[in-house]
């Protein structure tokens, strides 16, 4: 099945500092959807993008299709970014799966 | 407009019992999908309700199951729980199923197992 890596596995960052989150992945998508995991466990939908750039307010991402991957940019970070970042994928080889292969996320601590 | 929802919140439950875990998607959305994390198993794909037939299934025992009604609300059954069933259990929606359309997750049920 289609393989999802995330880098970095772990961030630190102080309040106000920018970071670039990566996910690549091993096949075709027709979904690509980035998540943040808040501390009580709920994944909160950021950006459903199978390719293109996409912002909102400090976020954005860019998903470059024909070279697999895709990136989260986090502007002026704030202690409330903190929490797991996670990267999910359809491959386009599921056929009608529906099923999301997530990444191993990226754990982003903003200190003050 | 109401997001997924998920009850119970939280569950204790003996090895060897069963439990059901509860999902109701957002109106208008007809699939449903499963997802069990873990420490060390990450974000797993548990099955896929669409139209009340399952349409897609991980690679889990089968003890592992579920269903969908026809209001696309969805049930998932574990039978014969074990240690290793500890986990988060989350529920997604979304209108014609992820491979095409945005899913959206609840906020989980959180089960332990003693």
């Known amino acids: 099945g289609i393989q999802v890596e995330q880098s970095p596995p772990d961030l630190i960052l102080q309040e106000g500092a920018n970071s670039t989150l990566r996910c690549n992945f091993s096949?075709?998508?027709?979904?690509l959807q980035w998540f943040h995991q808040n501390p009580w466990g709920q994944l909160i939908n950021l950006f459903y993008?199978?390719?293109g750039t996409k912002q909102n307010g400090r976020l954005s991402a860019t998903t470059v299709a024909t070279e697999r991957y895709s990136l989260l940019y986090i502007s002026s970070s704030q202690t409330t970014d903190s929490g797991v970042y996670f990267c999910?994928?359809?491959?386009?080889?599921?056929?009608?799966?529906?099923?999301?292969?997530f990444g191993t996320g990226t754990r982003l601590q903003v200190t003050l | 407009k109401a997001g997924v929802t998920q009850t119970p919140r939280y569950l204790i439950k003996t090895r060897g019992q069963q439990v059901t875990l509860s999902c109701s998607p957002i109106?208008?959305?007809?699939?449903v999908s499963w997802y069990q994390q873990t420490p060390g198993q990450g974000l797993q794909f548990l099955f896929e309700?669409?139209?009340?037939?399952?349409?897609n299934k991980g690679n889990f025992p089968g003890r592992f199951s579920g269903r969908q009604f026809s209001n696309s609300r969805s049930e998932m059954n574990v039978s014969t729980l074990e240690l290793g069933d500890s986990a988060l259990y989350l529920c997604?929606?979304?209108?014609?199923?992820?491979?095409?359309?945005?899913?959206?997750f609840g906020q989980g049920t959180r089960l332990t197992v003693v």
């Open positions: 109106s208008g959305h007809r699939s």
């Open positions: 999910a994928v359809v491959g386009i080889n599921t056929g009608t799966a529906s099923k999301l292969t």
């Open positions: 997604a929606s979304s209108v014609q199923g992820a491979s095409n359309t945005e899913a959206f």
């Open positions: 096949d075709s998508v027709n979904n």
């Open positions: 993008i199978p390719s």
């Open positions: 309700y669409f139209s009340e037939t399952q349409r």
